[in-house]
């Protein structure tokens, strides 16, 4: 399977735990995203890389939550002391250029107690 | 700010009828256009997108898109629907003047499609 692949595909924790999910995007693709979705509502974005730089960020994305590229491949999204606020479908999404569509993979879900 | 707008949450088609999804979208500049297909437990599927060049926009599955400027929208279109088409549909830009910004999607709209 060459597409956008997350792991874990599911994840429950405890209120205050961490969490870290891993996105290895499609090889050739050096744009990468990281969005929130939750139900009823379309994707929120969280964050982007261009390679191993992180280029961007939403306000969405406290201090709790971290992302990194350290190669320019692989990306995980780190949670420190999840909320219960923190529970979604968090999707990577990858894209080889600016004007093409970007590849989704199939999401983490987490749930927080 | 970019934004979208899908006016439904629901579309109810019969088979084999014709299918709409609405959407209009507010961006700085000429936009870039995307359509987008959620299954259940399935992640977001690309259907087509809208560049630059001709308005009416052919994708995946038989599915096309229509650009109209002047009304800010970009309506998906089927011309017959199929069961296997229900799925949430999901709208979402990027303005081009925004460089690397990521898509903005709209809220989606649920589409059944009844035998």
């Known amino acids: 399977d060459t597409g956008v692949s997350q792991n874990p595909r599911h994840k429950i924790t405890k209120r205050g735990q961490n969490v870290t999910f891993r996105c290895d995007p499609i090889?050739?693709?050096?744009?990468l995203y990281w969005y929130r979705q939750t139900l009823g509502q379309g994707p929120e974005f969280l964050t982007y890389f261009q390679n191993e730089a992180q280029l961007e960020k939403s306000r969405l994305l406290s201090d709790r939550f971290s992302a990194e590229r350290p190669k320019g491949s692989f990306s995980t999204l780190e949670i420190q002391r999840t909320e219960q606020g923190d529970s979604a479908m968090y999707l990577c999404?990858?894209?080889?250029?600016?004007?093409?569509?970007?590849?989704f993979g199939p999401g983490t879900r987490l749930t927080v107690l | 700010a970019q934004s979208v707008a899908q006016p439904e949450d629901q579309v109810n088609v019969a088979e084999g009828n014709p299918l709409t999804v609405k959407c209009t979208y507010s961006?700085?500049?000429?936009?870039?256009l995307f359509w987008y297909v959620q299954y259940p437990n399935r992640g977001l599927q690309f259907l087509l997108k809208?560049?630059?060049?001709?308005?009416l926009v052919k994708g995946s599955y038989g599915f096309e898109a229509e650009f109209n400027k002047s009304q800010t929208s970009f309506h998906l279109k089927k011309p017959s629907a199929l069961v296997s088409d229900s799925a949430l549909y999901f709208c979402?830009?990027?303005?081009?003047?925004?460089?690397?910004?990521?898509?903005?999607f709209g809220k989606g709209t649920r589409l059944s499609v009844i035998a």
């Open positions: 809208y560049i630059t060049g001709d308005n």
């Open positions: 979402a830009v990027r303005g081009i003047r925004s460089g690397n910004t990521p898509l903005v």
């Open positions: 090889s050739e693709h050096n744009r």
């Open positions: 961006v700085s500049g000429n936009p870039y």
């Open positions: 999404a990858s894209s080889q250029e600016i004007l093409g569509g970007s590849f």
